[in-house]
């Protein structure tokens, strides 16, 4: 790690998702060639699925970043250490017990090698953390838990909060990490003296040289700096420095007098949510029209998003089992047209788009897809037999 360029990154959520990767890419990219990068798996090692969250992740970063990726090797001496998703409280309490807090505090103090914390991990970053899961899962009483606070080193006196714009609630409100501003509002009084709140949206990254200084937001969304009565909003594109972030934090430059520099247009990054939503709308359009065609597309986009999302670790809502789940709801409705003979271009059309979906799904070795597929279409009255030939399929109604 000696003269690695130090970089620390803040994620408030995405870090494996097709949103992230460039960020993760210019990370990388000033590392050098062969660097050793570590992923610490400690969040979410309570979890029966931990090892699939950890092959998922390293999947992700060898075929979207290049990066060959050890899962809870040794901080010390790693060029490049990632840690995300999971219980924040969980891995404090492991950290603080083992060399592992000490280490990730001096890779920031030393401003050397690449530190990426996000979501559950950029919880712990700050003087403060939020105890999410006992607080929005469990019900405990709103309130702090002492954080590693690495952004000490670089005098910066806050409580990260990723997540910070999440909607998943719908009804209720999530944002600030699920917890919502009557809790957080409550919180803020009990914050260190002269501490803030960093707040990161989803899918949005706060980049800081730690040689340079220079900071920079990427992504899709916004980070805020929160004191009460007062916040500074810097949207994706905004390059500033760790002088004008630590003014903010003090509270010594006004919200309003805040003109960050945008250092180019950020384009909007989509995600799965959105993606799928949009898949849902297109489908439920064909299917008014009788579209077979229209219907099939859509099912096919999304099954390419999904594929494509595939190493997200996030688990929720918006994340690729929710995709999953509404994909195999529009193949089963796209089954059910092969009873409407009035479908545009006829049941044979429609069959035939299904079993060429159906087809790249076994290429992909996506089975369970495949057999939904097989089991939409005989729900719609259509028998699908496999041949030496290939498929081959006939009305049941003719049978």
């Given at each position: 790690m000696p003269g690695r360029p130090g970089v620390l990154v803040l994620m408030g959520s995405g870090e494996t998702s097709p949103t992230m990767v460039e960020v993760h890419r210019s990370v990388v990219h000033r590392l050098?060639?062969?660097?050793?990068?570590?992923?610490?798996?400690?969040?979410?090692?309570?979890?029966?699925?931990?090892?699939?969250?950890?092959?998922?992740?390293?999947?992700?970063?060898?075929?979207?970043?290049?990066?060959?990726?050890?899962?809870?090797?040794?901080?010390g001496g790693a060029d490049w250490v990632f840690c995300g998703?999971?219980?924040?409280?969980?891995?404090?309490?492991?950290?603080?017990?083992?060399?592992?807090?000490?280490?990730?505090?001096?890779?920031?103090?030393?401003?050397e090698g690449a530190t990426v914390l996000a979501s559950a991990a950029a919880c712990t970053a700050g003087v403060a953390t939020v105890p999410v899961y006992e607080i929005y899962k469990v019900g405990a009483e709103p309130h702090w838990r002492p954080g590693l606070d690495l952004l000490g080193n670089l005098d910066l006196q806050v409580a990260v909060i990723p997540h910070y714009d999440n909607t998943e609630g719908g009804t209720h409100d999530t944002r600030y990490c699920y917890l919502g501003e009557r809790r957080l509002a409550r919180m803020e009084p009990e914050l260190p003296p002269g501490a803030a709140v960093l707040g990161i949206d989803e899918h949005t990254a706060l980049i800081v040289d730690l040689g340079t200084e220079e900071v920079l937001v990427a992504g899709r969304g916004r980070v805020t700096i929160r004191r009460p009565g007062s916040q500074a909003v810097l949207p994706a594109g905004t390059g500033t420095d760790l002088d004008e972030i630590r003014r903010l934090a003090r509270g010594e430059t006004a919200a309003a007098a805040v003109t960050p520099q945008v250092t180019s247009p950020a384009p909007r990054q989509i995600t799965l949510e959105e993606v799928t939503r949009s898949c849902e709308e297109r489908f439920a359009a064909a299917l008014a029209e009788h579209d077979a065609d229209g219907a099939t597309r859509a099912v096919l986009d999304l099954e390419a998003e999904v594929t494509r999302w595939g190493a997200?670790?996030?688990?929720?809502?918006?994340?690729?089992?929710?995709?999953?789940?509404?994909?195999?709801?529009?193949?089963?409705?796209?089954?059910?047209?092969?009873?409407?003979?009035?479908?545009?271009?006829?049941?044979?059309?429609?069959?035939?788009?299904?079993?060429?979906?159906?087809?790249?799904?076994?290429?992909?070795?996506?089975?369970?897809?495949?057999?939904?597929?097989?089991?939409?279409?005989?729900?719609?009255?259509?028998?699908?037999?496999?041949?030496?030939?290939?498929?081959?399929?006939t009305s049941t109604a003719t049978r």
């Open positions: 050098g060639a062969a660097p050793r990068a570590v992923l610490l798996d400690t969040p979410y090692a309570f979890q029966e699925n931990a090892a699939d969250i950890s092959a998922r992740a390293r999947g992700y970063f060898a075929r979207s970043v290049g990066l060959a990726v050890e899962v809870g090797g040794e901080v998703p999971g219980s924040p409280t969980f891995a404090l309490d492991r950290w603080t017990r083992t060399p592992v807090g000490g280490d990730l505090r001096a890779r920031v103090r030393a401003r997200d670790t996030e688990e929720d809502e918006g994340g690729v089992e929710h995709a999953r789940d509404s994909l195999r709801l529009l193949i089963a409705k796209l089954g059910a047209m092969a009873r409407t003979p009035s479908s545009r271009g006829g049941v044979g059309c429609l069959v035939e788009a299904v079993l060429a979906l159906r087809g790249e799904l076994r290429r992909q070795e996506r089975y369970d897809l495949a057999d939904a597929l097989r089991a939409a279409l005989l729900n719609g009255g259509v028998l699908v037999e496999d041949t030496p030939g290939g498929p081959r399929w």
